[in-house]
């Protein structure tokens, strides 16, 4: 099955600096992949989100790369804010049809801190 | 526009009695899937169901675990005779259809063991 690697676990950034968390993927079918943010005592928000067909996705302060050949996706954060602050989680998924349950199987995380 | 809603939100059993945790997946969807987060970790799959059907319970220990999600009413993770191991949070997802990958999660059931 499908297992994903995620680095740093902790990752400490002054406020208004960029961060940036990688994930690393097995499963070369997988074709969707998931960003999570999770705050403490809630349920995980998806926050971005990245197809095989495309290589860069883009959403105001937050980014996805994704490179197929090398099996892994990096998250990137720019000019951070305290509320930024957080757990982040990447994911996959295989999506087509056929493909089963359509599952996500998760990193474990990296928890962010945003120094003011 | 209500999302995911779980409930209980923090449920306490002693070892050996039996827990149910709800879901309520947001209005439109009929796509319903469980997760367990342990202290720490990242999400771990465990069942996926459509409207009263198990689709896919790959994940889902072989004892002590079902799961449905009736015609009618919310879905249900059952957990009988629990044990502390048990002891974690469980988040429940929704998507709208199964060419939507999104999956939009709840705020989660923490269930102590003690």
């Known amino acids: 099955g499908e297992n994903v690697e995620q680095h740093p676990s902790t990752l400490s950034v002054q406020e208004g600096d960029s961060a940036v968390i990688k994930c690393t993927y097995s499963d070369s079918a997988s074709n969707y992949f998931p960003w999570y943010k999770q705050e403490l005592g809630k349920g995980p928000q998806l926050i971005i989100d990245i197809r095989s067909n495309v290589g860069e996705k883009k959403d105001q302060r937050i980014a996805v790369t994704l490179n197929k050949t090398a099996k892994h996706f990096s998250l990137h954060i720019t000019e951070t804010q305290p509320e930024d602050s957080a757990v982040y989680f990447c994911a996959a998924s295989l999506t087509s049809s056929g493909a089963g349950s359509y599952q996500l199987t998760f990193g474990k995380g990296t928890k962010l801190s945003v120094i003011p | 526009n209500a999302g995911v809603m779980q409930n209980p939100r923090h449920l306490v059993r002693r070892r050996g009695q039996e827990a149910r945790l709800r879901c309520s997946p947001m209005k439109g969807h009929s796509h319903v899937y469980w997760y367990r987060q342990l202290p720490e970790e990242g999400l771990k799959f465990m069942v996926y169901?459509?409207?009263?059907?198990?689709?896919?319970e790959s994940g889902m220990p072989k004892e002590r675990f079902s799961a449905e999600f009736p015609k009618e009413g919310p879905s249900i993770l059952r957990i009988q005779q629990v044990v502390r191991g048990d002891s974690a949070a469980y988040f429940c997802?929704?998507?709208?259809?199964?060419?939507?990958?999104?999956?939009?999660f709840g705020p989660g059931t923490r269930l102590t063991v003690l």
């Open positions: 997802a929704s998507s709208p259809r199964l060419e939507f990958d999104g999956q939009f």
């Open positions: 169901l459509q409207k009263e059907n198990i689709i896919d």
